[in-house]
């Protein structure tokens, strides 16, 4: 599993957070934990496939939005013990 953060220029407020959570949503119907942040200008999400980068920008310009950045990282659960 993936951990995927892309970098976001344009979102305000919390109905920007939404439409781009609805966006990541439509376009990778697998995404788990889809979280948006405007005050980071970043919206995270866990992917069992990799992500597209030219996918995710069309998208993202599509609703009027700016992307800036994408990093794609392995995701491992951490345990309720392990530090």
């Known amino acids: 599993m993936n951990k995927v ?10 109905m920007c957070e939404a439409h781009i959570n ?13 979280s948006s942040s405007h005050k980071k200008g970043e919206t995270t999400f866990l992917l069992d496939e990799s992500a597209d980068e030219e996918k995710i920008k069309t998208a993202i310009a599509e609703t009027g939005y700016e992307f ?8 491992v659960k951490k345990g309720f013990f392990k530090k």
């Open 5 to 14: 953060t892309i970098k976001i220029d344009g979102m305000m407020c919390g």
């Open 22 to 34: 609805d966006t990541i949503r439509k376009i990778y119907p697998g995404a788990k934990k889809v």
């Open 68 to 75: 800036k950045d994408i990093k794609t990282e392995p995701f």
